[in-house]
């Protein structure tokens, strides 16, 4: 899915990869953003995260979820790729 930047121009590539939730009711999810930007694709802000990302690609997502989540940014092929996985517990 093509989606605005974070930064409010320019866009980018975001595809939900895996969604999973186990036992105890946390949800999983794994979000690829793929592109060029010169503000990068990683962001450490949680509400950036859950607002640019997981309430556009997870419709499941609560209004008021907190989440916790880690990011991994590198190269391929000259093009910079950041893998988002992403914890909320499920309502």
């Known amino acids: 899915m093509r989606i605005k930047h974070w930064q409010g121009y320019g866009s980018v ?7 999973t939730v186990d036992e105890n009711g ?21 509400h ?3 607002d640019w990302l997981l309430r556009r690609l997870d419709k499941k997502f609560p209004e008021n979820g907190r989440i916790e989540y880690e990011s991994h940014d590198r190269m391929v092929d000259g093009h910079e790729v950041c893998t988002y996985i992403i914890w909320y517990k499920e309502e």
């Open 13 to 19: 590539e975001a595809k939900r990869l895996d969604r």
């Open 26 to 46: 946390i949800v999983t999810v794994k979000i690829r953003v793929t592109g060029d930007h010169e503000w990068g694709l990683e962001t450490k802000d949680e």
């Open 48 to 50: 950036t995260v859950k």
